[in-house]
């Protein structure tokens, strides 16, 4: 893919304290951007006529753009290195996107290149105030552990839409594999028309579960995502009952993500 013009460069002596700067800075403008989102974007885009589903398509539109926007300034500023091979197989009517989940950005950059898409988050993202207005205005699906999230999220699949959904449910413990949960496996054998995984890297890990914003890495960072070959559900669904194919496709997932992961 294109990246935009080169990044900015600074000395080595001054990379560290600059990349610091700049990190610093991007939280910052995240929550600003979502404020602005919540505040004046999403309810101007509101008020322009449409059905549901295109107030809803005209939010996930702006929060993309959002996304790719905030993705181009840690580039350019420097905080980061990235590289997407194979974002253009993404999007497609009723695709489950299954991706690991080893940094806080992970889901910054997947809706970045993806211009309507459904996500499951995380509960606390409806408190956050930042955060609040757009998953709503969105109708991201929420993981709060309710018996309906997983019909929730299959019914969107059914109706068309692409949906994202990260199977360990918080992100990755560093130097540690994935651990995945059986509940996406049973959301894309419910409602999934294909599923494709894509294969997450962060060298140096930066932004994990143990880490907190300011204790960045020596070097710059570099994000890796590589789209899968994609997976037909039906493939585990026709001669096994659906507790039963949940479970083959959630150890078939784990077993590729390992192997994907172990050698990139």
Not at 107 to 124: G, W, Y
Request: glycine share 6%; hydrophobic share 45%.
């Amino acid at each position: 893919m294109d990246l935009a013009a080169s990044p900015v460069r600074r000395s080595s002596a001054g990379n560290y304290v600059w990349r610091l700067f700049a990190t610093g800075a991007s939280f910052v403008l995240f929550g600003l951007g979502g404020l602005i989102l919540r505040v004046i974007v999403l309810p101007l885009l509101g008020l322009l006529p449409g059905d549901t589903a295109t107030r809803r398509r005209r939010a996930r539109h702006a929060i993309s753009k959002a996304f790719w926007l905030h993705v181009q300034f840690m580039y350019r500023s420097g905080v980061l290195k990235y590289d997407f091979v194979g974002a253009e197989r993404l999007g497609q009517p009723g695709q489950m996107i299954i991706a690991n989940h080893p940094s806080l950005i992970d889901v910054v950059f997947l809706i970045a290149h993806i211009r309507n898409t459904n996500c499951v988050v995380k509960e606390s993202m409806w408190r956050n105030p930042f955060t609040r207005g757009p998953v709503i205005r969105a109708h991201y699906i929420s993981n709060n552990g309710s018996p309906d999230m997983l019909e929730r999220a299959a019914d969107a699949l059914r109706a068309g839409e692409t949906l994202i959904v990260f199977p360990e449910g918080t992100r990755t413990k560093p130097n540690k594999p994935p651990v995945f949960h059986r509940g996406a496996a049973a959301i894309a054998l419910r409602g999934a028309r294909t599923i494709t995984p894509v294969f997450i890297t962060v060298k140096p890990t930066t932004l994990t579960k143990a880490e907190p914003w300011y204790r960045i890495p020596e070097r710059r960072v570099q994000v890796t995502l590589r789209v899968g070959q994609d997976i037909a559900p039906e493939s585990f669904t026709s001669d096994a009952s659906l507790p039963i194919a949940s479970r083959r496709l959630n150890e078939h997932l784990h077993r590729l993500f390992l192997k994907e992961l172990s050698s990139s």
